[in-house]
């Protein structure tokens, strides 16, 4: 496994413009990035997979990120079997706020207890503090404008629905 790949995992329902400033900024850390969409089995969730998927490709096709940067999904098995495949000793998370950490802490010792893999967390930009794809999921259900947490892409797609397509 390599330190120099690394995987950002997530649910991604919807990406949003937080998820991007991370994967941007991983990209430039990193010799290979992994975004992965992981399957949720306790997240009924709002948008298909593939839809996710897409949504994500088109999102960081068009902020032109540098580097090898490969979308992908995952939903069999455990993230740090998805990492061991690809080669990828890294995991990175955005943290918000403490919350986050609290959240995060236990998925990242047991990582590391499971394949050996690291943990990195990045500090959100304080202008995505409050951004999050519950509230995108929230306001774009009741019908309000999302278009500043999220990337154009997904705006758009958010804007053409209706809640019924979710
Ligand atoms: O965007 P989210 O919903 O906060 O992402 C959470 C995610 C998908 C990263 C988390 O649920 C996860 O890591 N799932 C993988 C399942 C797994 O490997 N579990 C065992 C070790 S924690």
Redesign the pocket.
């Known amino acids: 496994m390599s330190n120099r790949i690394a995987v950002v ?4 329902d919807p990406p949003t413009l937080g998820h991007l400033d991370i994967i941007r900024r991983a990209a430039g850390l990193y010799d290979e990035l992994h975004v992965l969409v ?1 399957h ?1 089995p306790d ?1 009924e969730g709002m948008l298909p997979l593939a839809l996710r998927l897409r949504l994500l490709e088109q999102s960081i096709a068009d902020a032109e990120l540098p580097g090898k940067i490969v979308v992908g999904s995952w939903s069999v098995g ?3 079997d998805y990492a061991e495949e690809v080669g990828a000793g890294v995991l990175v998370k955005g943290i918000r706020a403490q919350q986050d950490v609290s959240y995060e802490t236990p ?1 990242a010792v ?2 590391n207890h ?1 394949a050996g893999v690291e943990t990195v967390f990045l500090l959100a930009d304080p202008a995505n503090s409050v951004v999050s794809s519950s509230l995108v999921r929230q306001v774009a259900g009741l019908g309000g404008d999302v278009s500043p947490y999220v990337p154009g892409a997904v705006a758009r797609y958010l804007d053409q629905s209706t809640p019924s397509d979710f």
């Open positions: 995992p997530g649910s991604f992981v949720n997240k455990l993230l740090v998925m047991v990582n499971l």
